[in-house]
């Protein structure tokens, strides 16, 4: 029911940043949580940072914490993760996603967009 499509991906040297922005279907509530996903061929999926419409509360994997930083605009329905001090290791492929308060599964997902750091 819920489309996401990521954008604002690409290749930078290790230390640049990168803007990455989630664009929703249909409006998005404080009933949603909104997520980032990391996933590197041959390692499982990764919860990079989650925040939670309506509320204070954030989440940042400790490979993220003081780098990363995610935001949202219910207005707009729209998601963004701003990306710092980016190295090697942050190379993968990144997922928008979705999941409504109170469930475990996150429900909907973007396509993914490719995030390439080299040094």
């Known amino acids: 029911q819920v489309e996401l499509v990521e954008s604002g991906g690409g290749a930078v040297q290790a230390g640049g940043s990168l803007r990455l922005s989630c664009a929703a279907s249909?409006?998005?509530?404080?009933?949603?949580?909104m997520g980032w996903f990391r996933q590197t061929p041959g390692k499982e999926r990764e919860l990079l940072a989650a925040?939670?419409?309506?509320?204070?509360?954030?989440y940042y994997a400790d490979s993220v914490k003081g780098r990363f930083t995610i935001s949202r605009d219910l207005a707009k329905n729209t998601a963004h993760l701003q990306m710092n001090s980016l190295k090697p290791e942050d190379t993968g492929v990144y997922y928008c996603?979705?999941?409504?308060?109170?469930?475990?599964?996150?429900?909907?997902w973007g396509q993914g967009t490719q995030v390439t750091v080299s040094s």
């Open positions: 249909v409006r998005t509530s404080a009933n949603y949580v």
């Open positions: 996603a979705a999941k409504f308060r109170g469930t475990t599964d996150w429900a909907y």
């Open positions: 925040r939670y419409a309506g509320a204070t509360s954030t």
